[in-house]
């Protein structure tokens, strides 16, 4: 069974700061791995994939994410955070063996940046 | 750019109402899915479609069904609302190509079941 576990419901930081988000996954093989990005009453919007290849990830709004599979981490990342990156994110993986199913989406972590 | 449109933002109805979620995408994709999202436990999957007049079972179906009549719209319907089916609904969609790509979602639907 495919699972993903953000262990850290809300992280702080201050803006102009780096900013990690983390996330672990666990699948029988090698992950399709998402992030999103969640603002208040909006729906969740698509930042960055991992699919194969290069394991440094560049996505939307400066956000990257690393893959590391001996760690079973996609843990996103920005060098400097913005007062406007706070929302709530979500990763999410698919097991490429299991077909076309529905993505399993991790519980989310609340970020907030402080000015 | 996809657009999956869900048809109302907020949502008021009484227990022991039947309620319709409408949720339409205009890139015909054939993937649709329902969820619903609660605070600290994340997102739901309820049901989801590959096809027209398909559905399958998610995590949490039941009170809940779902309709595919057409390619391009999804609906949820809750057959007799109780308090607490009270939540926000997310409908997405995604193309069928392996797995690969992102599913797409609307702005949710957050209902109020009094």
């Known amino acids: 069974a495919q699972s993903v576990a953000q262990p850290e419901d809300q992280v702080n930081v201050a803006e102009g700061n780096p900013l990690t988000v983390k996330c672990t996954y666990s699948?029988?093989?090698?992950?399709?791995l998402f992030w999103y990005v969640q603002y208040p009453n909006r729906g969740l919007q698509f930042l960055l994939k991992?699919?194969?290849?290069?394991?440094l990830v560049k996505g939307s709004y400066g956000f990257e994410a690393e893959f590391n599979k001996s760690q079973t981490s996609f843990h996103l990342k920005k060098p400097s955070a913005l007062v406007s990156d706070s929302a709530l994110y979500f990763c999410?993986?698919?097991?490429?063996?299991?077909?076309?199913?529905?993505?399993?989406f991790g519980k989310g972590t609340r970020l907030s940046v402080i000015a | 750019d996809v657009k999956v449109t869900q048809s109302s933002r907020y949502l008021v109805k009484r227990t022991g109402e039947k309620v319709f979620l409408e949720c339409v995408q205009d890139?015909?994709?054939?993937?649709m899915f329902w969820y619903r999202q609660d605070p600290g436990l994340g997102l739901r999957l309820i049901y989801f479609?590959?096809?027209?007049?398909?559905?399958e079972k998610g995590d949490i179906p039941e009170g809940y069904s779902v309709s595919r009549e057409k390619k391009e719209r999804f609906s949820l319907i809750l057959e007799s609302a109780s308090t607490n089916q009270t939540s926000m609904y997310l409908c997405?969609?995604?193309?069928?190509?392996?797995?690969?790509?992102?599913?797409?979602f609307g702005d949710g639907t957050r209902l109020s079941i009094l």
């Open positions: 999410a993986v698919r097991d490429p063996y299991s077909g076309n199913t529905p993505l399993v």
């Open positions: 890139m015909d994709h054939e993937n």
């Open positions: 997405a969609s995604s193309p069928p190509t392996g797995g690969n790509q992102p599913q797409h």
């Open positions: 479609s590959y096809d027209v007049k398909m559905k």
């Open positions: 991992y699919i194969t290849g290069d394991n």
């Open positions: 699948v029988s093989g090698n992950p399709y």
